[in-house]
């Protein structure tokens, strides 16, 4: 069953409803968000999505609402804030790759003007070139996690089947990536 078809039935759970149907592959313009989009991906590994979904807000409270700015500069202190915070994933290399990863986007926006620019000027790439550029740039990044996240914010198609409702809604967003 697709995430499409799973979203449709009455056994769906809001959380992934409300996912599919305003976020799941909409493109983001926004560097904070998109370094949202990416902190979640990465968090999700090993558990379920529907887990991170519903800490979603704990995330922002502990992330500084994901202001990439603020995260980069994040030290041993925030650190240790963070391991200790029960409304996130405590999970010391997910901590440590959204630090690191903030730094690095950091230096992205300095060098391309933003994460959102870097992205753009590699696309297209296949998900294997994507993967490979991903694990060169940032830390915790797998095949799996790059693929949903490009997924995620329009950059790879696979986030809706062409029969969902949203699929016309994106490609309106999105029309000269054809990406969901």
């Known amino acids: 069953m697709s995430y499409c078809d799973y979203c449709e039935q009455p056994s769906a759970k809001q959380v992934h409803k409300e996912y599919h149907d305003k976020w799941y592959g909409f493109p983001l313009h926004d560097d904070n968000e998109l370094f949202c989009r990416l902190v979640m991906e990465i968090n999700q590994a090993g558990l379920s999505w529907e887990t991170i979904l519903n800490k979603e807000q704990n995330f922002r409270e502990a992330f500084a609402n994901f202001d990439v700015q603020k995260v980069a500069g994040f030290g041993d202190a925030d650190r240790e804030r ?99």
């Open 82 to 180: 963070l391991l200790n915070d029960a409304g996130i994933i405590r999970n010391k290399l997910k901590v440590n790759a959204a630090i690191h990863n903030a730094q690095k986007i950091v230096e992205l926006q300095k060098e391309y003007g933003s994460f959102e620019a870097w992205l753009n000027a590699n696309h297209p790439l296949s998900k294997e070139e994507w993967t490979k550029l991903f694990k060169k740039t940032f830390k915790f990044v797998g095949g799996e996690i790059v693929n949903e996240f490009l997924m995620s914010t329009g950059y790879l198609k696979g986030a809706h089947e062409e029969s969902c409702p949203v699929f016309a809604t994106i490609l309106k967003e999105q029309p000269k990536w054809s990406v969901v």
